[in-house]
């Protein structure tokens, strides 16, 4: 069964303090890797899509890197107004080529602090 | 241009009645998904549009579910006889089915039940 969890729950920084959020997968076979930041009381945001093992996207002070079993989200010197949840989510692949859905962990709350 | 949009933002309903909610996608987005996210839980798959093809239901929780698309744009999700446990946030989002991004879902700001 494919699976997604997410680590740690929540994070707390003081503004300029780098660290990662961690996504750890199981699929049959991966299609792709999303990130989404989801601000409260708001939909879903898309950030990065990652599609094979060694694969890296930036944006800002996000970067995303992909290995075969899990991604990081490295945030490098975070201000406040990147505080948010950061969910990651799979599209496996099976016999019949693409799923239609994406299979979501349950994110990871990030507080920064200034 | 205008992203997904949902409506209403807010519904507060009795336990039995029927609700519906209502998804306008991407203009020119073919494909066309429902999302439910429960308090403390990740977003789950109900249903998948595309195209004239036959939805995808295998994410729908119960017969009292139900989704249609009229024209392949606007859809709406109908819930009968709501439950507690219905209460939740439903989120769409549309996609493109061409191009580089081709398999990047973009979500509306969603519609929050509560079913007392």
């Known amino acids: 069964e494919d699976q997604v969890t997410q680590s740690p729950e929540a994070l707390r920084l003081q503004e300029g303090e780098s660290s990662s959020l961690n996504c750890s997968y199981t699929?049959?076979?991966?299609?792709?890797l999303f990130w989404y930041r989801q601000d409260p009381g708001k939909g879903p945001e898309f950030l990065f899509t990652?599609?094979?093992a060694g694969e890296e996207k930036e944006k800002e002070r996000l970067k995303a890197t992909l290995t075969k079993k899990e991604s990081f989200l490295h945030i490098t010197a975070p201000k406040p107004e990147d505080s948010a949840t950061y969910l990651c989510?799979?599209?496996?692949?099976?016999?019949?080529?693409?799923?239609?859905?994406?299979?979501f962990g349950t994110g990871t709350l990030l507080a920064v602090q200034p | 241009g205008a992203g997904v949009s949902q409506s209403p933002s807010n519904k507060v309903t009795e336990k039995g009645k029927d609700v519906e909610l209502r998804c306008d996608p991407i203009?020119?987005?073919?494909?066309l998904y429902w999302y439910r996210q429960s308090l403390g839980q990740g977003l789950e798959f109900l249903i998948y549009?595309?195209?004239?093809?036959?939805?995808?239901k295998s994410g729908l929780p119960s017969d009292r579910f139900s989704a249609e698309r009229t024209g392949g744009s606007v859809s709406t999700l109908t819930i009968q006889r709501t439950q507690q446990e219905d209460s939740a946030v439903y989120l769409c989002?549309?996609?493109?089915?061409?191009?580089?991004?081709?398999?990047?879902?973009?979500f509306g700001p969603g519609t929050r039940l509560t079913v007392l």
């Open positions: 989002a549309s996609r493109s089915t061409w191009g580089l991004v081709a398999d990047t879902q973009y």
């Open positions: 699929v049959s076979g991966l299609r792709g």
């Open positions: 990652l599609y094979s």
């Open positions: 989510a799979v599209q496996s692949m099976n016999y019949g080529g693409a799923t239609n859905k994406l299979i």
């Open positions: 203009s020119g987005h073919t494909a």
């Open positions: 549009f595309q195209g004239n093809s036959a939805p995808d």
